[in-house]
DNA sequence: AACAAAATTAAATAATTATTTAACAAGCTT
DNA sequence: AAGCTTGTTAAATAATTATTTAATTTTGTT
């Protein structure tokens, strides 16, 4: 043993492997590849780092490592950073667990309100055309009543989901759900 | 035209699909196969179905849709319905959203809560153990503290998330963010 | 402007995941 | 209990997605 605080450095490493390793694996959540997922646990303990290190600490080519890293800035997980004097690009990873939650739910919310909320517009400009058609039988008008009462309950729930988005964007929610009790 | 009533039979069947592509469109949010995002839309407007239904409906084999049911039921979004007479077990799509999104986030949440919980607290007893031995350098221990500091602030979220989830469980949370505005 | 270094894109391969077909097991009905 | 219907499991195939190697483009330095 060339020296006796190896030991120490070892427990240190082994500590954040274990997190490492936890975070990665939840976050198949976030929908990105075991790639990504890799990379975000690795940076969370790093100030900064270049594609290159990345590469070399993860195994992996430098094209996976580019493409894991877009991948999470688009969810704002990783941020570039700008250091002069070095002509890599560098690259740290958001550490407030809050701003990722935010971006993230927000981001996957709004999409689906919108997608959604839209579908349900058109369905019921459709469903209203077939309840006033001359033609349609009161079978018909009735069952186009049905469903256009059932659209009508869902959006209820889309708005509050948009309420919810607004409130996390905000802080407003940390008001009735403070971060520290 | 055997009958001018059809037209507008096919609007509501075009209202329908209309949504429907939309509900399984965004339902790789929830981690689903596209055949279950497809088979919960289909069930929405639907008051139950049987295997051979679906099966039917959406043109796929049997197990299939037995395994999409079957994953559709662990997140709650497809309850099994007794219906006596019929030897064919039948299902119904969980058509309340505000139900659909609790049981999902809060399963997901609570899973991502837990793992990453243990790991922080198993990863601060090995950083602990760094920091008091005595063969640590002071580089080594300030590095293990720092570590140490940052697991500690993280749990700040985890605590957060939990509370949220208690708070979505509970329907604390509508006091805050009422259903209907 | 020309060169070198770094990063990205494209094409090919590898790995994973979804779906189907075929075999099996469980459940009713007579 | 035998036989038919329904549902599930297992193995094989198909489809998708992740990753790599190779080629190209971009960026910065001299």
Redesign the interface.
Known sequence: MEE??Q???E??E???D??I???A??M??Y?VTPAAANLYATMY?KDQMTLDEMREELEMSKPSMSTSVRKLQEIEMVKKTYTRGSRKHTYAAE?N??RS?MVFYCQ?WE??VK??M???E???E??I??IK?P???PE?VA??KK?YD??ED?K??????S??VQ?IRSGE?FE??P???
């Open positions: 006796s605080s030991a120490s450095r427990k240190i082994q500590a954040k274990k997190v390793g936890a975070i694996e939840t198949d959540i929908g303990f550490k667990f809050f939650f996957m999409r689906e997608m959604n839209e579908a349900v058109e369905a019921q459709d469903l055309n077939a058609d033609a349609s039988t018909i069952d186009a469903y059932q659209l869902s209820t729930y889309y708005r509050w989901l309420d919810l409130s929610i009735f759900l971060k520290e009790k």
